[in-house]
Nanobody, 121 residues
Framework: QVQLVESGGGLVQPGGSLRLSCAASGSIFSISGMGWYRQAPGKQRELVAGFTSGGTTNYADSVKGRFTIARDNAKNTVYLQMNSLKPEDTAVYYC???????????????WGQGTQVTVSS
């Protein structure tokens, strides 16, 4: 069993900052990629930022220069530092990871439960 547990969401004023964390636990042999998605009411889930299997980072155009993704491989944890937050960043943020549970096991996609981020004055 693999679990992704997110933390760090909340209510923040425009221009403020939040830091999200996502820790993967359970039967983990290898992680090929981790990242963050978000889904606002009435909209499709979209990639916010992520690490590819090669270790490079991708960011949505709307968050470039404001959000930074970081990873602690020893802790199987990924972070999302969000600065200069805007009301349009309001959404449920989901952690995503591609994990293999043992040698030879295919990589499977896992999702966290989601954490609400609300940017409002």
């Amino acid at each position: 069993q693999v679990q992704l547990v997110e933390s760090g969401g909340g209510l923040v004023q425009p221009g403020g900052s939040l830091r999200l964390s996502c820790a993967a636990s359970g039967s983990i042999f290898s992680i090929s990629g981790m990242g963050w998605y978000r889904q606002a009411p009435g909209k499709q889930r979209e990639l916010v930022a992520g690490f590819t299997s090669g270790g490079t980072t991708n960011y949505a155009d709307s968050v470039k220069g404001r959000f930074t993704i970081a990873r602690d491989n020893a802790k199987n944890t990924v972070y999302l530092q969000m600065n200069s937050l805007k009301p349009e960043d309001t959404a449920v943020y989901y952690c995503n990871a591609r994990i293999s549970s043992y040698g030879g096991d295919p990589f499977r996609t896992y999702w966290g439960q989601g954490t609400q981020v609300t940017v409002s004055s």
